[in-house]
C-alpha cells in the first residue's frame, strides 16, 4: 500500500521534472530569440559593419559599449 507521504513524494518528483523540462524549453527560446534578433541588427547595419562594431566593443568596456551603442 503505498501512502499519502509516498504519493505526494512522486507526485513533486514528477513536477520537478517538468520544471527542469519548461526551464530547458526556455533557455532554448530565449537563444532562437536572440538570435533572432542578432540576425535583424545585422541586416540593418550590414555584416561589415556589424563586425566592426563588435571589434570596436571588445576593445572598450562591456557598460562602455552598451552605452554608446544605445546612444546615451
Known amino acids: ?8 513524494r512522486a507526485a513533486l518528483v514528477k513536477a520537478e521534472a517538468a520544471v527542469t523540462e519548461k526551464k530547458k524549453l526556455i533557455a532554448k527560446l530565449e537563444a532562437e530569440e536572440l538570435e533572432k534578433n542578432l540576425d535583424k541588427a545585422i541586416k540593418k547595419v550590414g555584416p561589415a559593419n556589424a563586425l ?3 571589434e ?17
Do not use: N
Open 1 to 8: 500500500m503505498v501512502t499519502k507521504v509516498e504519493r505526494e
Open 52 to 54: 566592426a562594431i563588435l
Open 56 to 72: 570596436a566593443a571588445g576593445r572598450v568596456k562591456l557598460e562602455t559599449a552598451i552605452k554608446r551603442l544605445q546612444g546615451t
